[in-house]
């Protein structure tokens, strides 16, 4: 099982993403401040339905926006 797409919208510091991925290892790549983790915060959002960080899901939201969307399609 593998997630086969990360769809986010004002999420954190994403306006929006729309990553295609594929099985076995992905590694994210980039400066610091880039949004490396808040990519994985979005995953971790979407199976367990809460932050690792925060207790409200408003910090979640990107500063600006009015709501945020993760979607992940999975592949088993």
Avoid at 2 to 10: A, E, K, P, S, T
Avoid at 41 to 69: F, M
């Amino acid at each position: 099982m593998y997630v086969r797409h990360l769809g986010l919208r004002d999420f954190r510091s994403w306006t929006e993403a729309d990553i295609d991925l594929a099985p076995g290892r992905t590694v994210f790549v980039g400066p610091n401040g880039y949004g490396k983790t808040n990519l994985l915060e979005a995953l971790w959002y979407s199976s367990t339905l809460s932050s690792h960080r925060v207790a409200t899901d408003i910090s979640l939201v990107r500063t600006g926006a009015s709501r945020a969307l993760v979607s992940t399609i999975v592949v088993n």
